[in-house]
């Protein structure tokens, strides 16, 4: 069933009961709030989940903080606003890590989201309560952000499709700064078809955001492309890496699937790709640091008083802001402060633009390049693992952020029952084509 086939009807209502009936279990979905779209718009009476980072007037935007748990959203997110305009409609807002921080869903300060498709199991994150709204059959198609991942990663643990355009396809106006030049929005749904339809609505030139670009291909429509001649990179680090032997011999399965269509697969070596989750870790935390300063009881949100300026600040951060958020920001702080900033910060964004040439030369020989989406299967909730562990969940994602390309989340089968994803990375501002590949191959 895809979007074209609920053209017509009004399922809102009908939704909106599911989520209330569900959810207590899953807590997926924060607050239902709704937002109807234009009633002579061609998708009325369908309805979405917004990942609550993203502004919509007439909802709350809480970034899954409590620094934030009563902030009005003042305005509409450009990408929202033109999905209300084609009809769609809000009807609520999605749990998440803590200002987009984590991989797990376990950073919100609004309890965990369980994996729809194991009970047991996070759903990813940090946008899991978009994916598993989507996963839980809520809605049809959801919004989240992705700095490192955090559309495809949550997509791959709960067995929907996930998409992160181009960086400067979707206007960030209006979603939550955590790493700006890293952040895009992106689009969960259950068939490529559909991110297709919602991307096409959301993108384009954006006065309110000057990293947007106008693109002139229809996002719906195929490209000349014929799949048997597709050419497809595996970079070596897959192996390398603490990958779950289950994750990797899926992955075997997948390539044998492509191959057997045709598709010409190489596996190469980029050495390069080995140092993009230091990058990330080095660049995220430090736009964060900056960007996460504003909310200090004074112009947003939540205010623990004390007496004193300094101690208001810090009495309203300390217990407004939790564990995940309050390590970026010192880590960030750390890499920007003089001392330290040319031996961090200024040397990772010389290896992020390394990593950008090198990634254009291989994207010139080839269409796409290809990983599993996450090293490992989605964790137990509540098993403890080191921050370094997670962060380097992100190890075949994050490379995508640093080089603004678009990338996509495919379900392929499960593995010992649980969802399994591939990701495949394309050429910058060509989504047209890796989702004319992405969905005529599967
Ligand atoms: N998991 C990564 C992080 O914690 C990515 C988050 C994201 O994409 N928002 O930073």
Do not use: W
């Not at 396809?169 to 979603?175: A, F, K, Q, T, V």
């Not at 895009?184 to 959301?202: L, S």
């Not at 693109?215 to 595996?234: A, F, G």
Request: glycine share 8%; hydrophobic share 35%.
């Amino acid at each position: 069933m895809t979007l074209d086939d609920l053209v017509g009807k009004n399922v809102i209502e009908e939704r909106i009961k599911r989520i209330y009936e569900r959810d207590k279990e899953i807590n997926s979905v924060l607050r239902i709030e709704k937002v109807e779209g234009n009633k002579d718009g061609n998708y009325f009476g369908i309805p979405f989940l917004v990942k609550d980072n993203i502004l919509v007037e007439g909802t709350k935007t809480t970034n899954g903080s409590k620094i934030l748990e009563n902030y009005n959203s003042p305005y509409t997110a450009t990408a929202v606003e033109k999905l209300l305009k084609a009809g769609f409609t809000v009807v609520g807002k999605t749990n998440m890590d803590e200002f987009a921080m984590g991989n797990t869903n376990e950073h919100s300060a609004f309890g965990p989201v369980k994996n729809p498709k194991n009970l047991n199991r996070v759903p990813g994150g940090s946008s899991g309560g978009s994916a598993a709204a989507v996963a839980a059959g809520y809605v049809p198609f959801s919004l989240g952000s992705d700095t490192g991942g955090s559309v495809r990663q949550p997509a791959a643990f709960c067995g929907v499709v996930g998409f992160k355009p181009s960086y400067g396809m979707i206007s960030r106006y209006g979603l939550t700064a955590f790493s700006s030049s890293l952040d895009q929005i992106g689009v969960f749904a259950n068939n490529v078809k559909d991110v297709r339809t919602v991307t096409e609505i959301m993108k384009g030139k954006d006065p309110k955001d000057s990293t947007t670009l106008e693109h002139d291909k229809d996002l719906v429509k195929d490209v000349d492309i014929d799949l048997s001649q597709t050419k497809i990179c595996i970079p070596k680090v897959v192996y390398h890496e603490n990958a779950d032997d289950n994750v990797i011999k899926q992955f075997e399965r997948v390539i044998n699937f492509l191959r057997s269509k045709g598709a010409k697969v190489d596996i190469k070596d980029i050495p390069e790709l080995e140092y993009s989750v230091a990058i990330y870790y080095i660049i995220a935390p430090a736009e964060a640091s900056s960007n996460l300063s504003r909310y200090d009881g004074v112009k947003y949100g939540l205010r623990n008083h004390a007496l004193g300026l300094n101690k208001m600040y810090k009495a309203t951060r300390e217990g407004g802001l939790g564990i995940e958020v309050k390590r970026r920001i010192m880590m960030g702080t750390f890499n920007l402060s003089s001392l330290y900033y040319d031996q961090y910060y200024s040397k990772a964004s010389k290896v992020r633009k390394l990593l950008s040439n090198k990634m254009k030369e291989i994207l010139n020989d080839y269409h796409l390049i290809m990983t599993p989406t996450s090293p490992v299967l989605p964790p137990k909730i509540g098993e403890k693992l080191k921050p370094l562990d997670y962060y380097l969940m992100d190890i075949f994602t994050i490379p995508a952020n640093l080089t603004g390309s678009p990338a996509i989340s495919i379900p392929f089968g499960d593995v010992q029952g649980l969802p399994f994803g591939i990701q495949f990375i394309g050429r910058y501002m060509k989504d047209e084509e890796l989702l004319t590949i992405a969905d005529n191959f599967f």
